[in-house]
C-alpha cells in the first residue's frame, strides 16, 4: 500500500508560480512512475505530467508543455511539479499519482492516488 500527500496549492495571479509536493510512503518509492493529474469542475481528470522511476523520462500534456517540469527526489520519497507562468485555466485540484511499471497518461492505469491540492489562478 502506498500513500501520497499533495501540498503546494494555493492562490496565485496569473503569471505567477507554485511548486507542488506529492510525499510518498514505503521503501519502494524508486520502483514507482509517478503521474500528476488535475480536475476542474465539471469536467474530467487530466493527464498532466509524468515522470518515469528514475527520473529519465517525462512526459508533458500540450498544455503545461513549456511551462510545467515534473520531477523527483528518491532519495525523500517526494515528487514536484514546479508550474510557471500560470494561467487562469490551470485552476483545478491537482492530484499525485504512482503505478508500478511503465509511465503511462492513462489515469486508469493508476494503482494509488493522493487526496488532492487546489490551485486556483485569479487574472
Known amino acids: 500500500q502506498v500513500q501520497l500527500v499533495e501540498s503546494g496549492g494555493g492562490l496565485v495571479q496569473a503569471g505567477g508560480s507554485l511548486r507542488l509536493a506529492c510525499a510518498a510512503s514505503g521503501r519502494t518509492f524508486s520502483t514507482y512512475a509517478m503521474g500528476w493529474f488535475r480536475q476542474a469542475p465539471g469536467k474530467e481528470r487530466e493527464f498532466v505530467a509524468y515522470?518515469?522511476?528514475?527520473?529519465?523520462?517525462?512526459n508533458y500534456a500540450d498544455s503545461v508543455k513549456g511551462r510545467f517540469t515534473i520531477s523527483r527526489d528518491n532519495a525523500k520519497n517526494t515528487v514536484y511539479l514546479q508550474m510557471n507562468s500560470l494561467k487562469p485555466e490551470d485552476t483545478a485540484n491537482y492530484y499525485c499519482a504512482s503505478r508500478r511499471g511503465a509511465v503511462t497518461t492513462n489515469r486508469h492505469e493508476y494503482d494509488y492516488w493522493g487526496q488532492g491540492t487546489q490551485v486556483t489562478v485569479s487574472s
Open positions: 515522470i518515469s522511476p528514475r527520473g529519465g523520462i517525462t
